[in-house]
Each structure stands twice: as structure tokens, then as C-alpha cells.
């Protein structure tokens, strides 16, 4: 099964992407989701959780305590780099047994915010970049998420840059008002189609 990576900065539109490769019948996995259900499910995933960064990593609900783990995270990077070793593994074991089960799909996408980041690229057979102009994202964002320019800036540090991602990545989606958008999914779908059988 060929197996395609999509990622792309906060805001350059890698989900709005995904759901057009979905409408022409291609399973996506959205890591970050998947991330998200398996720290709520996986009883291991959950301890190890625990002793990393303590109990109250989950409410007495049994919620993922979210501020929690944020205000660990969010100014360490080792305290992040802890976080990702636990979780991506389990992440990437999700998506090899999702994959495995999309019998009679032409090929299967995966959607991570951290492709690169997390290394998750080199399980993928292409990568693609979804790339948009700064100030686009910014605006998307702030509109989306009723949030700040500044605090979307500093998400925005958190990723590699798009120059840095654009030499990792095998194609690149520019989602920017001047380019049509459909037109560059439908000639990466017919391409990835056309190498599929290979896989
Ligand atoms: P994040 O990493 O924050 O989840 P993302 O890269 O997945 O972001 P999307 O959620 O797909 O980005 O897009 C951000 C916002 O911009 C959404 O509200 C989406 O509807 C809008 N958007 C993205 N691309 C376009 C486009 N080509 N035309 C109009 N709106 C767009």
C-alpha cells in the first residue's frame, strides 16, 4: 500500500487539503487526532503519561488534563521532547494497523503537523508540503481560532520552517489565493495512482 505524508504549517490549509483527497476516496489518517484518542484510550500510553509527568496528568473524569501537560510542554522542549518519545511511537504503530486494514484503497494519506519533526516521514513512501504565504496563515488562524497574531507567531516557531520542510519534502500544494487549489490535488492524485501498483 503506498503510503503518502501531508504536512504544512499552522494555517497553510494541509486539513482543507485532506478533505478534498477524502472526497476522491482516499483514506486519510489525521495524526494529530489519533494522538489525541490514544492518550485518552491506551491504558499503557496513559501510565507511562503518569510517570512522566505526574497524576494529574488526567482529571479525576479521567480526561486528559490538557492545561496540565501544556504548561510542562510549552516552554521546555526537553519536557516536549519526553511527550513526543512517548507518544508518536504509538502514534505510528496506530497508523501501520490502520493502513493494513484500507484493503481495496488505491493508496492511504497521512496528515501530521510534525511529519518531518517527528521523523514519521521516513514510514511514508512521498511527503508532501502544503505551503502558504505567512501573513495568509496568520489571517486563516486568527479567524479560525478567534486567537491572536502573536500567539499564532508562536505556534508557528514551535514547526521547522517552510525551507526547511520544502528540502525534505518530495511535492509541494501551494494553497495561496493566486493558485488554484483543486487542480495540483488532482495531478498529485493521478501521480500517486500511477505509482500506487509499485507499492
Ligand atoms: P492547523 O495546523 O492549525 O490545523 P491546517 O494547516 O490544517 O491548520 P486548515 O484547518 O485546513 O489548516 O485551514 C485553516 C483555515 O483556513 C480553515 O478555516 C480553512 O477553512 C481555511 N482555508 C484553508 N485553505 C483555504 C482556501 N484555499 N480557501 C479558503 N479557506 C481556506
Known amino acids: 500500500m503506498l503510503k503518502v505524508g501531508i504536512t504544512g504549517g499552522i494555517g497553510s490549509g494541509k486539513t482543507t487539503v485532506c478533505k478534498v483527497f477524502e472526497v476522491l476516496g482516499i483514506p486519510v489518517f489525521y495524526a494529530d487526532k489519533a494522538a489525541k484518542l490514544i492518550m485518552h484510550e491506551d491504558p ?13 496528568s488526567y482529571l479525576p473524569s479521567g480526561e486528559l488534563n490538557r492545561k496540565h501537560i501544556s504548561a510542562i510542554v510549552f516552554n521546555d522542549n526537553v519536557q516536549l521532547a519526553k511527550l513526543n518519545a512517548i507518544v508518536h511511537p504509538a502514534v505510528f504503530r496506530a497508523f501501520e494497523v490502520w493502513a493494513k486494514a ?68 518530495d511535492h509541494i500544494i501551494i494553497n495561496a489565493e493566486q493558485t488554484l487549489l483543486i487542480p495540483q490535488i488532482l495531478d498529485l492524485h493521478k501521480y500517486f495512482i500511477s505509482i500506487s501498483h509499485d507499492h
Open 44 to 56: 499503557l500510553l496513559r501510565d507511562e503519561i503518569k510517570r512522566s509527568f505526574g497524576r494529574e
Open 102 to 169: 484500507q484493503q481495496g484503497a488505491l493508496y492511504v494519506l497521512k496528515e501530521a503537523a510534525l511529519l518531518f519533526e517527528s521523523d514519521s516521514f521516513k514510514m511514508c513512501d512521498r511527503s508532501v508540503l502544503v505551503k502558504s504565504p505567512e501573513a495568509l496563515k496568520i489571517d486563516r488562524i486568527v479567524d479560525r481560532d478567534q486567537t491572536t497574531a502573536e500567539e499564532v507567531k508562536l505556534r508557528m516557531k514551535r514547526q521547522y520552517s517552510d525551507e526547511k520542510k520544502e528540502k525534505l519534502a
